[in-house]
């Protein structure tokens, strides 16, 4: 008891002055001088060797015909199969391969191959899809979806307004809108015993499908299936080397963005308006490049850390013009656009003492657009364009500057706080320089898993420069509008956080935070916005093999806009109020039938609703904007044999989505031609059965 | 009404935090000295020991004298830090003790402190860390002192599990759980009508965050928020011969990332979203009242109707037309 109370003592007394000279257990400070590593021959250490994992195979029936259905199940498919595989192989000196495979041949499906000798080199193979699905219901009278060149029937008949149109319902025929990703990967690493470590990386990502577009004449307008066919390389490569308490790297990275359509030509389905044009054409995206390289460092000697990261980089852009139907000359056949990045950031941690910290950062980001500046001369489309416009490359400088304090009154008392400076430089635009103070405070009260407690406060002012409304825009700016994202801002927000855990096996955590944007000398824009949500999560252990867990979110934010038809003071404003409620509650029981079987369900509910309100003497609004969604997973995996188990799971989902302003026809608006309703209201059911063997 | 309401509920949240700092006295005893000490002598102890480096006669055979009954104890032999014949392995260094620290006297009976690990263990999480730290001095971890989470006094055994055969945190099946039983806010955006697709997991949180902190803005993967939306959206890099001004600021200025009631992640639905920014002596200013008793729908328009603004000025991105400065084509 003495030795114990004595040895204790000491080590209090002494702990204050050593920790000074290194706070902290790293190995590179470990006194290591008494070892006699002869006697160390980890015979016990039961590593074995050969091929351990397990591989699955599965299919899942789909009844669904509403194909944003996919987005859920992962197939749009009816029938579906997959391939699961957790492999690993581990053999003599080091060597070892992993092959990890999830929902392989689903819609969403990944797989990583690593194969290497550890802490010497690694080679990595990777692949990854993903599908994102809109509708399939879209309709459009053009033919060609999917190229780059959209036309109508070769006896269409225009019309001035879209429900005069004889030959559109005809022509309606529905497509898909969605977009698939897929991926690639290939990825080698070198390391030397010592300090130096070299890595090369290579993705490749192909991106096809149809996404939604307008194409317009004077005031017609129709809506365009867009193709999308885009590959980008990506290309990391790099040198780190390391010491015992310092890292630093110097990282390539590049990105080349191809699109394999340059621009979509389209038939107007209207009569001819402003220049008597019966054809428009809209560029694509443009190919382009981004490189970047960066050269990184951190030293960390357990009291203080200093890390920081400088990079130069630039953007280009050198498409082709598109010019067919643009019928003036170009004063140049691409823009050869040329943006530099150059960035610079620094952050020190130090430890004043065992209780009181001090972080400090800085961050310099430039981006300075050097793309020459010409005149183009505007396609007549009404009565007031077709005049010469000069384009204009936008500069932006950010310096972000922060510095904060965190001081521990004792052991489960922790008061953090801090001040954030952010100036932002830009050309061009109302407003050149904006600035943003924010201040903060944070305490934290924890006594280990029985109570974890925090609450938070910031308040932060955002000003600048001189306001100009009308400056660099293509058409007078009323003056008193300030946009929202340069206006004068003050903020406030309130957060808080209670996590308790009143018996070992069940857990209690509720949140709540209060936000208000206050553009204070905003009178025509966005003026005020209020964010409040709060949120609570059960999760309870019923016994050891029993766990429930729910949780609800709740959430509300009001917005506040003024306008002005007269360009002047306020005659109209709108208020928006989003609500937002998700419930969810998760059940397992496991070790059912003699440790066999396993049986979970998941279910959520989510509800997004948001109401748009427009009052000028008569107030108006936009009627239902909501998704309503119900997701359930029922699943038992039972283990047939030692090697072999069996999963099936249930799948459902109850979908609602509307949106007043979509709730149309191709021809409900008379000078646009739409996709007609993109909405969904269906029930989707699906099943999937799952065999797993265990190698 | 509804302020007065959040505000009295955040005072009465500030009355009970201050009132529970001051009856908590129960600690939840992690380890078998918790017992018999405060956690600033277990830490006191433990600093004294590795000052001292009284390491075991045999490394991990005089531990697993002991703790070889444990399962949980050999689980670490089937992972990268149980190999034993990787020189970067703890297994070819100090073993055990690499990371638990010198064995000292703790083999008498196990009632002197090691150094253990997790959110159940009274040392605190900078301590336990540092360990960790020492070998994980790498690009992906550079800021890892100035991070989100070191500042939470998140331990890194809080994520990851070391002594078994696959550490859950690293399964892209299950980050987004893992990530979201903390992150609760982010967990109900992703349900909304708009969002990211993280809640089937084709997306995952460090697609865009890294979760050991970066040199970047909310621990983003890439310098900024653009860069890191880039990085999956090349095609808005462009630059283009037409920029839009916010757009090549800051994407969430319109967006937000993580979801949204509003189509396409918009933080305001069109035309109020162009409205706070747009408004010139031309059908920019206009009140558009959607459905009103006098007989105007919010279909019947193309102002409001199907894709509002964005049905003559698609290109909301940019537009590299030589005509596009009205981001029409």
Redesign the interface.
Known sequence: MNTKLNLITLALLTSTSFSLMADGYGLANAKTDNIKYDAWNCKACAVETGTTGNVGVGIGYNSEDDINSANAFNSSNQTAGKIDADIKYRGDNGYQAKVVANNMGMDNGRMEIDVGKLGLYRLNLGYRSIATYQSNNALSPYQNIGSDNLTLADNWVTAGSSADMPMLYSSLTPFELSLKRERAGLGFEYQTESLFTTYVNFQREEKTGTKVASGSFFNQSMMLAEPVDYTTDILNAGIKLRGDNWFTSINYNGSVFSNNNQQLGFDSAFNPTFGAQSRGYMALDPDNEAHTISLMGQYNDSITSLSGRLLLGQMTQDQQLTSIGYGYSLPADSIDAKVDITGMTLKAVTKLNRAWRLTGSYDYNDRENNTQIEQWTQISINDVTGKVRYNTPYDLTTHNAKLSTDYRINHGLKLDAGYDFKRDERSNQGRETTDDNNVWARLRVNSFDMWDMWLKGSLSKRDGSEYKASESSSAEQNPLLRRYYLADRDRTQIEARFNHSPLDNLNVDFGVRYALDDYTNTQIGLTESKDTNYDINLSYMINDDMNVNTFYNHQIIKSAQSGSANLSIATWQADIEDTVDVVGAGLSYNNLMDSRLRLGLDYTYSDSDSNTQVRQGISGDYGDYFAKVHNINVYAQYQATEKMALRIDYKMEKYLDNDDANDIEPDTIWNVMSFGNLQHDYTAHMIMLNVNYSL | M??TH??N??FL??L??TA??LF?S???Q?AKWDAS?????V??????K??????S?????TC??CH?KSEKV?DL??G?H????????P?A???CE?CH??LGSHNRGGKEPM?TFG??S?LAA??Q???C???H???KR?????SHHA?A?VACASCHSIHA??DPVLS??TEVEVCT?CH??Q??DM???TSH?M?????TCSDCHNPHGS???SDLVQ??VN?TC???H??????????H??V???CV?CHNPHG????AMLK??AP?LC????????H???????????G?T?????F?????C???H??V?G????????L??
């Open positions: 509804k302020t959040s505000i509920t955040l949240a500030l009970c935090l529970s700092t908590m129960s600690h939840v992690a000490m405060t956690p600033a002598e830490e006191a102890t433990l600093d004294k590795f000052a001292e480096g009284k390491y006669p045999k490394g991990a055979d697993l004298m070889k050999m032999f089937k990268a149980g190999a034993i014949d990787s020189s970067k392995s297994m260094g100090l073993q690499a620290g010198p150094i959110p159940t009274t900078d301590k860390n540092s360990v730290m020492s070998c001095l790498d690009d550079v800021a890892w002192d100035s500042n006094d055969e696959h892209k099946q039983t609760t806010r967990k109900a349900n909304k009508r697709p809640k089937w997991n084709q997306m040199l970047s803005d310098p900024t860069e880039y990085s999956c090349a095609e808005k890099r462009g630059p283009k011969l037409w920029e001004a916010p090549t600021e800051n200025n949204s009631v509003n189509d305001t639905r109020q409205q706070q920014c747009h408004a010139s002596d031309n920019t200013s206009n009140a558009y009242l959607g459905n009103t008793d006098m105007s919010v279909n019947g328009n193309a409001t109707g199907g894709r509002s964005l049905n003559c698609s290109q991105h537009s590299n037309h030589p005509s596009g400065k009205l029409q084509r």
